[in-house]
């Protein structure tokens, strides 16, 4: 049974889909950076390859292998959270015996509703709700556990819910003093996520804006819990 999915009316005429796919599975293309120059954000790049995946609203376990293969091409973006992933989310569905209803929904809802939408109001919901079986922890995964001391000169810091180190106030200042950047309005390249909130799985909208920065420019913002704060 082919399992469809009904994609909002503004995503399906953004994609579109009354139009021939723009991009083919099997294309070849360039180096993210090379990308990047070129077009200016990876999403241009991906957005292509997802419609194509689930175009008509619908994924099929040929598709899966295709899309699959195609992140074997591009280890650079296969290296992204939450493409690495999604692509063994992929490569599970499609080894023997993998493919079944659930790994059919779970995929397409995922590629679609998270990958293609990057929506704040919906986004927490996909990643927590993606079956594990499938794409492990996505929540613990987003976190990064550094080997050292983090080094915060140069960076520009973020922090997000009540933490234990200090009020967002007094972090960022000490962030400051150690040589760090902070941008109330604009990007950071450094998150910092309450002990508190880990604990409840909550992603804030920082936390999605940390993931969604990484999916359209290639590079992913570090998301760490506050015990690695080094201030």
Not at 26 to 31: G, L, V, W
Not at 41 to 53: E, G, I, S
Not at 82 to 89: D, H, N, S
Not at 144 to 150: D, G, K, L
Request: aromatic fraction near 10%.
């Amino acid at each position: 049974m082919k399992i469809t999915i009904q994609l909002p009316e503004e995503l399906r005429a953004r994609l579109g889909y009354e139009t021939p796919p723009a991009a083919d599975l099997n294309t070849p293309f360039p180096s993210i950076d090379e990308y990047l120059d070129a077009h200016g954000t990876l999403t241009d790049l991906t957005d292509q390859v997802f419609r194509n995946a689930i175009d008509g609203g619908y994924i099929t376990e040929e598709r899966a292998r295709r899309l699959a293969e195609w992140f074997d091409r591009h280890p650079l973006i296969a290296s992204i959270y939450p493409y690495a992933q999604l692509k063994r989310a992929l490569e599970t569905a499609t080894s023997e015996n993998g493919w079944s209803e659930v790994a059919e929904a779970a995929l397409l809802g995922f590629i679609g509703l998270f990958c293609l939408q990057r929506d704040f109001y919906s986004g927490a919901k996909h990643l927590l709700d993606a079956p594990t079986e499938l794409f492990g922890d996505l929540y613990m995964e987003m976190f990064h556990v550094p080997a050292a001391p983090i080094d915060l000169h140069r960076q520009t810091v973020e922090v997000t819910g009540p933490c234990e180190k200090g009020t967002h106030k007094a972090m960022i200042e000490r962030a400051a003093a150690a040589g760090a950047y902070y941008n109330k309005r604009g990007p950071f390249s450094r998150l910092f996520v309450a002990n508190s909130h880990i604990a409840q799985r909550v992603v804030s909208t920082k936390m999605l804006m940390a993931i969604f920065a990484g999916m359209r420019y290639g590079q992913s913002v570090l998301i760490m819990p506050e015990d690695h704060f080094p201030c």
